[in-house]
């Protein structure tokens, strides 16, 4: 078992910049890949980002993609996602999960409760 906590959300100004943690429970996260995904109020959920369990490999979105930047420190059981130059439509609730691989688009096993990020224009 898999306990995922993200942290870092809250509000910034368009332009701005963000940086989300996702904290793990577990030594054993380390053998995962992880993602994180967002998902805006009455739209449906999106993946942002990902990254190999070592962390070697990384993928995103198009529309993240220059941006923001996935991370991971496997010392700390922790995975980051670096938010640049942040846009209104970057509002979402973010939230991390493992991944079944690098591109799998969709959430695994284990999945955090999410954190929010408010973009203002």
């Known amino acids: 078992q898999v306990q995922l906590v993200e942290s870092g959300g809250g509000l910034v100004q368009a332009g701005g910049s963000l940086r989300l943690s996702c904290a793990a429970s577990a030594r054993t996260f380390s053998i995962y890949a992880v993602g994180w995904f967002r998902q805006a109020p009455g739209k449906e959920r999106e993946f942002v980002a990902s990254?190999?369990?070592?962390?070697?490999?990384?993928y995103y979105a198009d529309s993240v993609k220059g941006r923001f930047t996935i991370s991971r420190d496997n010392n700390k059981n922790t995975v980051y996602l670096q938010m640049n130059s942040l846009k209104s439509e970057d509002t979402a609730v973010y939230y991390c999960?493992?991944?079944?691989?690098?591109?799998?688009?969709?959430?695994?096993?284990?999945r955090g409760q999410g954190t929010q990020v408010t973009v203002s224009s």
């Open positions: 990254t190999t369990w070592t962390g070697s490999s990384t």
């Open positions: 999960s493992t991944l079944y691989s690098l591109r799998a688009g969709k959430p695994g096993d284990y």
